[in-house]
C-alpha cells in the first residue's frame, strides 16, 4: 500500500492544536492584568449570546499544569496559543507587568518539560483597552506601531526558548468586524473609510511585529495566520480551475494579497474608490517583509465556476440543504485544506504552510457513560484530513495542522453556547473530558496518518 491509500502524511509532519489567550485563560483581574477591548465589550448590553466573560473562561491561568498535561497524554507535538497583551502591557506599551510576564514564563517552560513545542502567537483580538482609548485602536497607526514595541519584547523574554511565532491572528476579526460591522470588540461602526484605514493599519500591526520580532529573536520562524478564503472549483475541469485560481487571489485581496504581492489588488482599488486607505510611502514595504511560513485557519469554503463576467468566476450560493455543523456558516466543504495550500503555493510561491486552525462546532453532551461521543466532529475531521493528505501528497508544502480548539472555551459573541474543543469543559466545575474526537485526533497523530 502506498501513502495515498494508507493516508499517511510525510515524516516530521507536525500535528498540533491551538487556544487564544481570552478564550481560555481566565484569570481577568488576577495578578496586575489590565482590561482588553474584549473585557469592556463583554460588559455591554445584548453584545454576548449568553451574557458572559471571559473573566474566568477555562481558568487556563489557574490550571496550566493540568491542561499541559492532558496535552502531553494525547501526544501533541506543537501548542499554538496567543499572549494577553494587557496582561503583560496593561497600559498598551510602557508599563511592564512582571507577575503577567512570568505566567507565559511558567507556560513555555512546562511545555518544554513536556515534550511539546510552543507556538506563539502576538495578537489574537484582545487590544488593551488603554490603546483604544488612547489611540481609537486600530483606527490608528499607532497602534500597529505599538504591535511592533511588543513583539520586540516578547522575542527579547521569550525568543530563547519559542523558535515559532504568528504575529497576528485574522485581520477581519479585529479590523473590518470590530470597526465597521461593530460585531466584534469593540464594536464600532465607522464609515467605509475609516473600516478600509482599519484594515490597512491591521497590515502594518503585521509588518511592525515581523520587525519587531527579526530585531529580537533572529533565530526564530515568523509568519502570520490570516482565514483565508478558498475557493473550490465546482467540479475539476481547467476552466472551473483557472476561475478558482483567479478568485482565491481577488477575494483575499484585502489582507493576504498585499502581503504576499506589496501591493492592493487593482480591484479591490476600483471597488472601495475614495473609500480605499491612505497608503504612506513605504507602508508596503514594511507590509510585504518576507515572512518564513504561512498560517491559515480554514473550516469552510465556497465552490467556483467559470463565468463569461468580466472577473470570470462565479461563487455559487449554497442552497439552504447544504450541510453544515452545528454553526451554519461552517458548511462542510473537506476540499478547503486542499485547493488553498496549492493555489498559495501556485500564486505565491512554495514557502512552508501551517493549517493554523482548523475545526467545528458541534452540540456535545456528556452521555450516561461519562463520554462526549461527538461522532459529528471525527466525521468531519476525517474528511478535511483526506482534503489536506492530497495536497501534501502532491507536493505542497504544508508542514503542519493545528486543530481548533484544544478545549471547549469562550467562542466570542456566542458565549459558552457554542463548542469547537476535541475536551469538553464543564464551566460550573471547570473539569475537562476528552471527547470521542480527542481519541481519534490522537490515535492520527501516534500513527501519523487518518485512521
Known amino acids: 500500500m502506498n501513502n495515498s491509500q494508507t493516508y499517511t502524511f510525510p515524516k516530521g509532519f507536525e500535528w498540533g492544536t491551538a487556544t487564544s489567550a481570552f478564550q481560555i485563560e481566565g484569570g481577568g483581574k488576577q495578578d496586575g492584568r489590565g482590561p482588553s477591548v474584549w473585557d469592556t465589550f463583554c460588559e455591554q448590553p445584548d453584545r454576548i449570546r449568553d451574557a458572559s466573560t471571559g473573566l474566568v473562561a477555562c481558568d487556563h491561568y489557574n490550571r496550566y499544569k493540568e491542561d499541559v498535561a492532558l496535552l502531553k497524554s494525547l501526544g501533541i507535538q506543537t501548542y499554538r496559543f496567543s499572549l494577553s497583551w494587557s496582561r503583560i502591557f496593561p497600559n498598551g506599551d510602557s508599563e511592564l507587568n512582571e507577575a503577567g510576564a512570568a505566567f507565559y514564563d511558567r507556560l513555555v517552560d512546562e511545555l518544554l518539560a513536556a515534550g511539546i513545542n510552543p507556538a506563539v502567537t502576538l495578537f489574537h483580538w484582545d487590544l488593551p483597552q488603554a490603546l483604544e482609548d488612547k489611540f481609537g485602536g486600530w483606527t490608528s497607526r499607532e497602534t500597529s506601531k505599538r504591535l511592533g514595541d511588543f513583539a520586540e519584547w516578547v522575542g527579547k523574554r521569550l525568543g530563547d526558548r519559542v523558535d515559532r511565532f504568528f504575529t497576528i491572528n485574522e485581520f477581519f476579526n479585529f479590523t473590518e468586524r470590530c ?69 482565491f487571489r481577488e477575494e483575499n485581496g484585502r489582507y493576504i494579497t498585499p502581503i504576499m504581492e506589496g501591493a492592493y489588488p487593482d480591484s479591490y482599488l476600483e471597488a472601495e474608490g475614495e473609500d480605499a486607505p491612505t497608503v504612506e510611502a513605504g507602508d508596503f514595504d514594511i507590509i510585504s517583509a518576507p515572512t518564513d511560513f504561512l498560517g491559515m485557519n480554514i473550516y469552510t469554503g465556497d465552490y467556483v465556476t467559470h463565468s463569461d463576467e468580466p472577473k470570470g468566476y462565479e461563487i455559487i450560493k449554497f442552497h439552504e440543504t447544504y450541510p453544515s455543523m452545528s454553526e451554519p456558516w461552517i458548511r462542510i466543504v473537506p476540499d478547503s485544506l486542499y485547493w488553498a495550500p496549492r493555489f498559495s503555493a501556485e500564486h505565491w510561491g512554495d514557502r512552508p504552510m501551517y493549517i493554523a486552525e482548523s475545526g467545528c462546532s458541534a452540540r456535545d453532551f456528556i452521555d450516561e457513560k461519562g463520554r462526549v461521543m461527538d461522532i459529528e466532529r471525527v466525521l468531519y475531521l476525517r474528511q478535511y484530513l483526506k482534503g489536506l493528505h492530497r495536497a501534501t501528497s502532491e507536493g505542497y508544502p504544508v508542514k503542519g495542522y493545528y486543530l481548533w480548539s484544544m478545549m471547549d472555551n469562550f467562542e466570542w459573541c456566542d458565549g ?17 473530558t476528552p471527547k470521542l474526537s480527542a481519541k481519534f485526533y490522537s490515535e492520527t497523530i501516534s500513527q501519523n496518518r487518518i485512521v
Not at 461602526?189 to 497590515?203: A, D, F, I
Request: hydrophobic share 40%.
Open 416 to 432: 459558552y453556547d457554542t463548542r469547537f474543543g476535541m475536551v469538553y469543559v464543564d464551566f460550573d466545575t471547570l473539569e475537562r
Open 179 to 247: 470597526y465597521g460591522i461593530g460585531h466584534f470588540a469593540p464594536g464600532r461602526v465607522e464609515s467605509r473609510k475609516v473600516m478600509n484605514q482599519t484594515c490597512h493599519n491591521g497590515l502594518l500591526g503585521h509588518g511592525y511585529a515581523l520587525a519587531g520580532l527579526r530585531a529580537s529573536a533572529p533565530k526564530a520562524q515568523v509568519g502570520l495566520v490570516e482565514n483565508i478564503k478558498p475557493f473550490i472549483p465546482v467540479f475539476e475541469s481547467e476552466e472551473n480551475i483557472l476561475a478558482a485560481s483567479k478568485a
